[in-house]
C-alpha cells in the first residue's frame, strides 16, 4: 500500500499492519464467550419462534414486515402510523448506551457490539485452520503453498458460510422464516430478500474477515461520542504505572528487591497485553479512545503476573479519580453509582413507563377522513351543497367491526351518504363492516339542505356496535362564496 508524502518528505501516512491477536484465557475472556454465544442464540434463533394470533396475522413471533407494513413482537402488533413506539424504543436504546457509556466506557463495544462478536467469531475460525499468533503472522510471510492455500480456502470458506447464514437471518425476521429459506433452497426466494441477505453476507464477511478493527477505528462514530460520555469516575482499562514503571526485561537471578531498588516495576515488558488486544494498542501508554474494553490485556496480564509471583490486576477497570488518589497516595473514591447514573435511570424509567403505557392506552380503532379538493363542493339542481371525503378506517382488532356512522354538530336537515358498489350515492346508512386487522376505504358524502346554516366543520361521529367504543373526527364542510 502507498503512502503519502508531504513536502519534506516525512510520511503522513502508515499502512495497516494486520494484527493477530493471540488467545487469551481468563474471567474477561470467558465472559465474552458466554455472551457471545448468548447472543448468537437469541439472533439465530428468534425469528423461528412461534407465536400463535387469530385472523390471517402470521404465527412467527417476531416479524417485521415491510410487505404487509406491520411489525409484530409476540404479543404487540405495531402498525406504520404507529412508527413513533419504534423511534421510542430507539431513543430508550441510545440512552441506554450513553448510561452503560459513562458507567463503563466502551463495555458495548467490547462485549455486545455486533462487529465485535462477529470478528471474535471470525479470529476463532481463523485460529482453528492457520493455529495461534505465531503461526498465523509465520503463514503470512510464508510463499504461497498447496499447504497455505488449503487452509486460506478452508478459512475464507467457512467464512462465508458464517456470513451467509447471518444475511439470511436477518431476512428471515423480515419475511416468513420456513417460507423463506424453502425459497432460499429452491432458489425462489423474492429478488428483493435475496439482495437483502447478499448485501449482509458481503458487509458481514467483509468487515469482520478483514476490515476488523479499522471499523471501529474509522467507520464507526461511537468512540468519539462515548469520549463525551465519560468523567472522572467512568471506569476504564488502565495500566497502573506507578507500580508497573520503569518497564524492562527481569533477570531469572534478579530479585525483586534487586528490581525496584534499580528502579524498576512489576511490568516485565513482555508485550503479551499489546499482543492479546484486537484493536493492538498498548494501553501502557495510557487510557486510548480506541480501547474497546474488552478486558482481555488485563486477563493475559494476569496470568504473567501470576507466573512471576506478583499480585494481579497490574492493568485493571478503574477510574481516572481512583488512579489519581493513588498517585497521591490517597483513599481510592468509590462513586460507580452517583447522580448522573440516577439521571440516566430516571429517564429510562420514564421513558419505559411511557412507552408502555402509551401502548396499552392505544386505541384499535383509528378513523381519517380526507377531504376532496376538485371541486371543493358541488351544487345540486335542489340548491343543495354535497362535500365529498375519503374515509379510512384501520381495525386493529383480530375479529370484524360492525360500525355506526353519524354526522354531529350540523345544521338540521344534513345527511350522510356513501358510495354504493355500483358507483351511485346510496341514501343514509346504518352501519358498515370491517375485516379484522384490516382497513376499510370508504367515500362519503355529506350534504346541506337549501338555505341551512354554514358551519365551517361538521363532526363525523364513528361508533362501535358492539362494544359502544365512539371517535369523533372533525371534516372541514365548504360552501359556495365562502
Known amino acids: ?83 413513533y413506539y419504534l423511534a421510542g424504543i430507539l431513543i430508550v436504546g441510545v440512552l441506554a448506551l450513553f448510561m452503560t457509556a459513562s458507567l463503563a466506557g466502551r463495555v458495548w463495544c467490547g462485549f455486545s457490539c455486533p462487529q465485535t462478536v462477529f470478528t471474535d467469531l471470525f479470529i476463532r475460525v481463523e485460529r482453528l485452520f492457520e493455529g495461534e499468533r505465531a503461526a498465523r503472522i509465520r503463514l503470512d510471510k510464508a510463499p504461497m503453498s498447496l499447504n497455505k492455500a488449503a487452509r486460506r480456502a478452508g478459512k475464507h470458506t467457512v467464512w462465508l458460510l458464517i456470513a451467509a447464514a447471518f444475511g439470511a437471518t436477518v431476512t428471515f425476521y423480515l419475511a416468513d422464516a420456513p417460507t423463506t429459506l424453502v425459497g432460499y433452497l429452491t432458489l425462489d426466494a423474492p429478488l428483493w430478500l435475496a ?5 449482509f453476507m458481503a458487509s458481514t464477511y467483509l468487515l469482520a474477515g478483514f476490515a476488523r478493527e479499522q471499523f471501529c477505528n474509522y467507520m464507526c462514530p461511537w468512540p468519539r461520542i462515548q469520549s463525551a460520555m465519560l468523567d472522572d469516575n467512568s471506569l476504564v482499562v488502565t495500566y497502573q504505572d506507578q507500580r508497573g514503571d520503569s518497564r524492562g526485561p527481569k533477570r531469572k537471578s534478579q530479585t525483586w528487591e534487586e528490581r525496584f531498588a534499580a528502579g524498576f516495576g512489576d511490568c516485565i515488558d513482555c508485550g503479551q497485553c499489546v499482543q492479546a488486544c484486537p484493536i493492538g494498542i498498548d494501553i501502557r501508554q495510557g487510557v486510548n479512545a480506541d480501547c474497546i474494553n474488552c478486558g482481555l ?118 345527511s350522510l351518504s356513501m358510495l354504493a358498489a355500483d358507483g351511485t350515492a346510496t341514501e343514509a346508512f346504518d352501519a358498515v363492516d370491517v375485516a379484522p386487522d384490516g382497513v376499510a376505504s370508504l367515500r362519503l358524502f355529506v350534504q346541506a339542505p337549501r338555505g341551512a346554516e354554514r358551519p365551517e366543520e361538521v363532526t363525523l361521529v364513528v361508533r362501535d356496535a358492539d362494544t359502544g367504543q365512539t371517535l369523533r373526527e372533525g371534516l372541514a364542510f365548504s360552501w359556495p362564496g365562502a
Open 1 to 83: 500500500m502507498s503512502q503519502t508524502q508531504t513536502h519534506g518528505g516525512g510520511s503522513l501516512y502508515a499502512s495497516r499492519v494486520k494484527i493477530h491477536p493471540k488467545a487469551v484465557k481468563g474471567p474477561f475472556r470467558r465472559a465474552k464467550d458466554v455472551l457471545g454465544v448468548a447472543l448468537m442464540i437469541v439472533f439465530f434463533v428468534s425469528p423461528w419462534l412461534r407465536w400463535t394470533r387469530t385472523g390471517t396475522a402470521p404465527d412467527q413471533a417476531i416479524l417485521l414486515d415491510p410487505v404487509g407494513q406491520r411489525g409484530w413482537f409476540f404479543g404487540l402488533e405495531i402498525w406504520p402510523q404507529e412508527v
Open 195 to 199: 439482495g437483502i441477505a447478499a448485501t
Open 297 to 414: 490485556c488485563i486477563d493475559t496480564c494476569d496470568g504473567i503476573m501470576t507466573t512471576i509471583g506478583r499480585p494481579q490486576r497490574l492493568i485493571r477497570f478503574d477510574s481516572f479519580a481512583n488512579a489519581r488518589a493513588r498517585t497521591e497516595k490517597r483513599a481510592e473514591p468509590t462513586r460507580l453509582l452517583r447522580p448522573r447514573s440516577f439521571a440516566y435511570v430516571a429517564v429510562l424509567a420514564v421513558l419505559g413507563i411511557g412507552l408502555a403505557g402509551a401502548y396499552a392506552g392505544r386505541s384499535t380503532l383509528d378513523v381519517t377522513a380526507l377531504k376532496e379538493r376538485s371541486p371543493l363542493f358541488v351544487a345540486l339542481s335542489d340548491g343543495s351543497i354535497r362535500n365529498t371525503y375519503t374515509l379510512k378506517v384501520h381495525n386493529k382488532d383480530r375479529e370484524a367491526r360492525r360500525l355506526e356512522l353519524a354526522i354531529a354538530d350540523a345544521p338540521e336537515g344534513m
